[in-house]
């Protein structure tokens, strides 16, 4: 079993551009859990979220996968 944990790479980009849960949940109009979710690899964002995310933080898309 491999006890490495997973980079974030979502949490990294955020806390490099000082962006909160709360900005996200206001631009891309979801549920704060799930930005929660999403920030703490519980659940993943979808494709569409994923591009959605990567234009709203002006990130290539690579940036968060």
Do not use: F, H, Y
């Not at 964002?45 to 990567?54: C, F, N, R, Y």
């Amino acid at each position: 079993m491999d006890n490495t944990k997973c980079l974030n790479r979502l949490r990294v980009v955020l806390a490099d551009k000082q962006i909160t849960n709360k900005w996200v949940v206001g631009e891309m109009g979801v549920n704060e859990m799930t930005v929660s979710r999403w920030r703490t690899n519980k659940v993943q964002p979808s494709v569409t979220q994923l591009v959605e995310i990567a234009r709203l933080l002006k990130v290539d898309i690579k940036d968060l996968i």
